[in-house]
């Protein structure tokens, strides 16, 4: 005879409370959208072995099951609490940091753990009553389950509190003032600047080209065609007017770009790494 297979742990169900708990701690970094999208999703992902944990649980029923518990229900509307954390707005969020939409989480969980107890109960054959000795085992087993769940659940929030904790220090030490950067852009601007001043020579002096062919075809008697000449040519000249306009403006916002990194970089020789560290 092949041994019987053992009961589900419905491990999925476990998994469900604590990010129901997490919830519950209603503090505000954990009401963010990334992390309501999150356990959203780690919540449907866990419906889908908890459903398969609850029919395979239904199947060692020994003849027709009585269909009087009621979990599709259940699920449906675990999953439904699960939709609106991956999509969260404003009221979910607010909800979230005074803890009711984890309480709200955890009243469903509990409801569903209640129904899982009773299905478990007629597929063991258990009587609704216990002997005195029989109550204080299973309050023992409850007890230390509760346990081992609370020290896992402060070990998730301690490494959680620790990855947000760095978080803003990784974040401060990338975008921290550095003096190389600062260098190289000074050289980009110097380096557009001298570019612009060629191109600005080499426009002013097609201007004049332009105007000396202007002035000499200038006279009384001037056909249609040279007037439209003449009126062709002050429109380049105008063109590169305005270019040249252009070219000095952009070389004055890059002269600022200079100056602004050259007073960086005199104020960072003039901190410590820490203070520059601390925004000081």
């Known amino acids: 005879m092949s041994a019987v297979a053992p009961l589900p742990t419905f491990s999925a169900l476990h998994e469900i409370r604590d990010r129901a708990l997490l919830l519950s701690l209603g503090k505000a970094f954990l009401c963010e959208e990334v992390f309501l999208m999150k356990i959203g999703h780690s919540i449907d992902e866990s419906l889908e072995n908890l459903r ?42 607010d909800k979230c940091t005074v803890g009711t939409l984890g309480a709200e989480l955890e009243e469903t969980v509990q409801v569903l753990n209640q129904a899982i107890k009773i299905i478990k109960s007629k597929v063991e054959g258990e009587v609704e009553e216990y002997t005195r000795k029989e109550a204080v085992v299973k309050g023992a087993k409850t007890a230390s ?6 020290v896992s659940l402060v070990i998730k929030i301690v490494i959680l509190l620790f990855i947000l904790a760095l978080g803003p220090a990784i974040y401060l030490g990338v975008t921290m003032d550095r003096e190389g950067s600062l260098q190289k852009r000074i050289a980009e601007s110097t380096a557009y600047i001298q570019s612009q001043r060629a191109e ?14 202007i002035e ?53 020789k003039s901190k410590t790494f820490l203070q520059r560290y601390l925004r000081q």
């Open 216 to 268: 000499s075809a200038q006279g009384d008697n001037l056909s249609r065609q040279q007037k439209l000449d003449i009126m062709d040519l002050n429109v380049k000249v105008h063109g590169l007017d305005q270019r040249v306009h252009k070219a000095e403006a952009e070389i004055t916002e890059h002269e600022r770009i200079i100056n602004l990194s050259q007073q960086k970089i005199k104020d960072i």
């Open 52 to 93: 398969e944990d609850i029919l395979s649980l239904k199947m060692r029923f020994v003849g027709k099951f009585v269909e009087d518990v009621d979990t599709d229900s259940i699920l449906d509307e675990l999953h439904s609490q699960a939709q609106v954390l991956q999509n969260p707005d404003r009221r979910v969020t």
């Open 200 to 213: 600005i020579a080499s426009l002013r002096k097609e201007r004049d080209d332009l105007a000396g062919r």
């Open 145 to 150: 389950s509760l346990v081992s769940s609370l």
